[in-house]
């Protein structure tokens, strides 16, 4: 297993780290929903701090609340000494500084440990952020670490790039962890995010490296393009390579759902050459042709320039397209249905849309944007876990 030194405190973490949000899932009988199936879960978990993996991310809402939880039995069995914990608290799971107390105490309780390694703020958003900073939720965690329940505070990012700065310049965080990918690049907190975690010395890990499990695979227009490189690799493994390539990034984080998955994973980030600098010029080459082939299979030309916003009736407009052509890239809608479920509990999907046309008229792209969400509301709404 590669390991990097994670931010500036003294301490080497696994470059693959555990996501457990994508935990196996069975549906027991009497239940209406998919949760974890705790016998493959608690093997795939302790496997892995058996290979290697010394890093393990959940947080308080992942598998309905249940995450942290399972991940907590799994390392009681002389595992937790081995690995570092991150976990993450998201603002709508308190109302006021007493919750925020209240729910990591619960959180400890789950893990069946005294302390956490590393304590995140859930999910920061350009709209979540002043909430954050209302409640104080930094100075509580600050009270935390003094009195040994946490020993470094981060926070989890979806969002654009200045307001990830913004957050990143706010308070000498220990650790980020951003969404990054071949596809994004571009898109979230772009690359900069890269460069100004590294520039500040603060640890950083990646969350989607594959997409939901999209660059997994490849369509055949991007194996093609694959399949020039006279090295075989699966697609899986080019989209590692793009982010071990960075030497700023501490982790990258994989949602193993099945045993091989992770010993598969396991493999890849053990080989000598899983190391900063691994790409070659035409090696960079390929994954931008990849990405380009990618795209070329999205079928709604949004470039996600936020014109049309904001839609009067709340319509997330641009995320929405966002997640109907990542299904077409990928052939396969599973994870952007996934993801539209909560833009559905957010009411901010197509179903809201009123046909009042503003935004066509602001679209540089001339999209028939009221049509456009009525194709990809048939396609994403209807998820069930």
Request: glycine share 8%; with cysteine.
């Amino acid at each position: 297993m590669q390991y990097r030194q994670y931010g500036k405190l003294g301490y080497q973490v696994s470059l693959l780290g555990m996501g457990c949000m994508r935990l196996p899932l069975i549906i027991k009988e009497g239940q209406n929903y998919a949760g974890v199936d705790l016998e493959k879960a608690l093997e795939i978990i302790r496997y892995a701090a058996e290979h290697g993996v010394n890093y393990f991310d959940t947080a308080f809402g992942y598998h309905r609340q249940t995450s942290e939880a399972v991940l907590g039995e799994a390392l009681d069995s002389g595992y937790r000494v081995k690995v570092k914990i991150a976990t993450k608290q998201p603002i709508n799971a308190f109302k006021t500084r007493d919750d925020i107390r209240r729910n990591l105490e619960n959180t400890l309780k789950k893990l069946r440990t005294d302390y956490i390694d590393v304590y995140l703020l859930h999910n920061v958003l350009s709209r979540t952020w002043a909430k954050f900073k209302e409640l104080e939720v930094i100075e509580e965690y600050e009270k935390f670490r003094a009195e040994g329940l946490i020993r470094a505070i981060g926070f989890s990012y979806h969002g654009e790039f200045p307001c990830f700065k913004e957050v990143l310049d706010y308070y000498p965080w220990d650790m980020c962890q951003i969404q990054q990918n071949l596809l994004d690049v571009d898109r979230e907190v772009t690359e900069d995010a890269i460069k100004i975690a590294g520039q500040k010395g603060t640890a950083l890990v990646i969350m989607e490296p594959l997409r939901g499990g999209g660059l997994a695979g490849a369509p055949q227009a991007v194996q093609a393009v694959y399949d020039v490189y006279e090295e075989k690799r699966p697609p899986v493994e080019w989209a590692f390579r793009h982010l071990v390539d960075y030497p700023e990034i501490s982790c990258i984080l994989s949602g193993m759902t099945t045993l091989e998955q992770l010993k598969e994973n396991i493999a890849l980030f053990s080989r000598p050459d899983f190391v900063p600098g691994c790409l070659t010029s035409r090696e960079h080459a390929i994954i931008q042709q990849a990405k380009a082939a990618y795209e070329s299979l999205a079928t709604i030309p949004c470039t996600g320039c936020g014109y049309c916003m904001p839609c009067p009736n709340g319509v997330n407009i641009s995320d929405i397209f966002l997640k109907y052509n990542a299904g077409c890239m990928f052939e396969n809608f599973d994870q952007s249905k996934r993801s539209y479920m909560f833009t559905v509990r957010g009411e901010q999907d197509a179903s809201h849309c009123a046909a009042c046309g503003l935004c066509e008229e602001k679209c540089p792209q001339s999209i028939a944007i009221g049509r456009q969400l009525q194709i990809a509301h048939a396609v994403l709404d209807g998820w069930v876990e």
